[in-house]
């Protein structure tokens, strides 16, 4: 972020002191109660108001058509895809969040800004410095593909963040997609079966990146199987110009196994959802997965209990 942006600011976390004249002008495209609570922020420096400011200047940078996805979806919304801000107005917008809050955000820290949650947990963090939850990273389509086994057009992860307990991930089917053509003639379905591998991908990459604790060496990326999938409901049908919003977590892990359990949601609405999702791994310098029983993803067993 330029100099600009942190001329005459006080540490974060203090009140900026600046007029209440400037902070209107700042503020004027803004809903009425973003300024409200800017003002009452810059007088007591209470944090609770924070999400009402953000929330606030965001909306002033997006299409009318768009505002009520802004309040409707919770934090999970993202700027660029749920939203349609492309990188330059989320640029002014977090210029904007800047000035009204007086804290400093680096160029290199936008990059795990993806969603309202991200933006809203990283102010109070810099205001409070109390972490809302735990660091994750944020990979592009082309940080994922450099290091997974599965390539396009077998990859369905478009981006994905990564943390200590877990990964979030996103696809948008495109329509593009060739087994659409088949799946079904005339009214393309996104499979439910590659909507678990879809997750399943997403926990491979996860053990790859962060590989959990338990794990006391590198995890080689060429070896690691999706051998069972458990408990799963599968509530709404997924279409082209759908995004598949990922989510696994850690359940439990133990050489040469890692289990995750694992939910997909669109817009908001649950979409698919398994209990246990399990994978096989092998450490760098371990004898070969495939000398021993395990199947790997073609071929392999799968439990789905109520997959399609």
Do not use: W
Not at 95 to 110: P, R, T, Y
Not at 221 to 226: A, C, L, Q, V
Not at 234 to 251: A, F, N, S
Request: charged residues 25%.
């Amino acid at each position: 972020m330029s100099d600009q942006t942190t001329m005459k600011r006080e540490v974060a976390g203090a009140p900026v002191a600046e007029s209440e004249e400037s902070l209107r002008d700042t503020l004027k495209r803004c809903p009425a109660e973003t300024l409200e609570a800017a003002l009452a922020y810059r007088k007591s420096g209470d944090v609770s108001l924070v999400p009402v400011i953000v929330l606030g200047i965001v909306e002033r940078f997006l299409d009318p058509d768009v505002g009520d996805k802004l309040h409707s979806g919770g934090d999970s919304i993202e700027f660029m895809t749920d939203l349609g801000m492309d990188s330059l107005t989320m640029i002014e917008a977090i210029m904007m969040v800047e000035e009204s809050l007086g804290v400093s955000i680096k160029n290199e820290e936008l990059l795990n800004l993806r969603s309202v949650g991200d933006l809203k947990s990283f102010i109070h963090e810099k205001l409070t410095g109390i972490a809302c939850e735990e660091p994750k990273t944020f990979y592009s389509v082309d940080q994922i593909a450099a290091i997974m086994p599965q390539q396009s057009p077998f990859l369905f992860l478009s981006q994905a963040t990564v943390t200590e307990l877990g990964a979030n991930g996103s696809y948008l089917i495109t329509g593009q997609e060739e087994f659409l053509e088949g799946h079904f003639k005339g009214n393309p379905v996104f499979p439910a079966s590659l909507m678990l591998e879809a997750l399943g991908q997403l926990a491979v990459f996860k053990l790859i990146k962060n590989p959990p604790r338990e794990v006391q060496s590198t995890i080689d990326s060429s070896e690691i199987y999706f051998t069972g999938v458990d408990s799963v409901r599968c509530h709404r049908i997924c279409k082209p110009g759908d995004t598949l919003e990922m989510k696994i977590q850690v359940k439990r892990v133990r050489e040469p196994l890692a289990i995750f359990s694992g939910q997909i949601t669109v817009n908001g609405e649950k979409s698919v959802v398994a209990e246990e999702i399990t994978l096989a791994f092998k450490s760098e310098g371990a004898a070969s997965l495939l000398e021993g029983s395990t199947n790997g993803l073609n071929g392999g067993t799968h439990s789905t209990n109520g997959a399609h």
